[in-house]
């Protein structure tokens, strides 16, 4: 018998006495508790518009805009020289070269047009030109409000759900991991391309998830509670964050083709070292000569 997968709040070790957690920026908790409280009252809303004629789509457009509206103008007040990157406006250069604010406001907001209770916010801090010139970045939230979980990690300082750090999943086998993905959608992505993909994993492992939020995805995967993760196609502001809190919880993010490029090349892969490495072969096989 396998031994039964460990749980999330097993895995995540609290901070050792004496370690100081510093948790995520002040800004970055507070604006994204904020527009976290103002989702959550226009979700309850969204629920009863369902079953109304008009259905609730300009009304979550609504919610979308405003929950970017409170976290821009929170970020902008406490870091008045960052940029930002956010989804519902476009890119604003700030003074300070080195740092921008990356945003997404509802990530998920398929789920939350439907009433289904999986959306998140995401909140990154990206150093455009970086170390070695490429963009780095420095730190991330991702902040799911109904379970008020906030994934954050810092570079270098690692990753944590609360005050406890996080690791991402210490399995080997294929056979027992779970891995999600986001599937191509009204003529968004490439679906041949995914459907070669599933065809190549699905085989091998023990389930696959499509929950509709890339951001919880990737944070799953650093708390362990996914041990894989692809998806291509996504913005910097659905996955910013949450590839920093998978590296920072001793994970692997790369392109398809295994290289440290899944933001510009828009195509993620995120494990385990082990995983990721098995993950890697099955993609390879299955996109070659296509
Ligand atoms: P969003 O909710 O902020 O739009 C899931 O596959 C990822 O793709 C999510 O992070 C989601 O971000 C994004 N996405 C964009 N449009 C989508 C759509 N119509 N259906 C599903 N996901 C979408
Ligand atoms: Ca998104």
């Not at 002040?26 to 008009?54: C, I, M, N």
């Not at 990737?218 to 949450?242: I, K, M, N, T, Y």
């Not at 993620?268 to 299955?286: C, I, M, T």
Request: glycine letters at 12%; proline letters at 6%.
């Amino acid at each position: 018998m396998t031994p039964a997968p460990s749980a999330t709040a097993a895995r995540a070790r609290s901070a050792a006495p004496g370690h100081h957690v510093s948790g995520p920026g002040p800004a970055q908790a507070s604006s994204a508790r904020r527009a976290g409280r103002a989702l959550l009252k226009d979700f309850a809303e969204v629920e009863q518009l369902q079953v109304s004629t008009k259905g609730p789509g300009d009304f979550v457009t609504r919610a979308d805009r405003q929950a970017e509206q409170t976290i821009r103008e929170a970020l902008m007040e406490a870091r008045p020289s960052y940029g930002f990157l956010g989804e519902e406006g476009g890119p604003v250069e700030g003074e300070d070269p080195t740092r921008r604010w990356i945003v997404d406001p509802l990530d998920g907001t398929t789920n939350f047009l439907h009433g289904i209770p999986h959306f998140s916010i995401s909140i990154a801090v990206e150093d455009p030109h970086g170390a070695q010139g490429k963009p780095e970045i420095t730190t991330g939230l991702v902040y799911q409000p109904l379970t008020d979980e906030s994934f954050w990690a810092e570079k270098g300082r690692g990753a944590w759900l609360q005050d406890q750090r996080l690791r991402v999943s210490s399995r080997r086998d294929l056979s027992e991991s779970v891995i999600a993905t986001g599937i191509p959608f009204m003529g968004h992505g490439n679906f041949v391309e995914w459907n070669r993909i599933f065809g190549a994993v699905a085989p091998e492992i023990a389930g696959i998830r499509r929950l509709g939020s890339a951001a919880l995805d990737l944070a799953w995967v650093a708390a362990g509670r996914f041990d894989g993760f692809w998806e291509s196609g996504l913005q910097p502001w659905d996955c910013a964050a949450g590839i920093l809190l998978v590296k920072e919880a001793g994970g692997f993010v790369t392109d398809y083709r295994g290289t440290d490029m899944a933001i510009e090349r828009k195509q993620l892969l995120a494990a385990n070292d082990v995983l990721h490495s098995r993950l890697h072969k099955l993609l390879a096989g299955a996109l070659r000569n296509q």
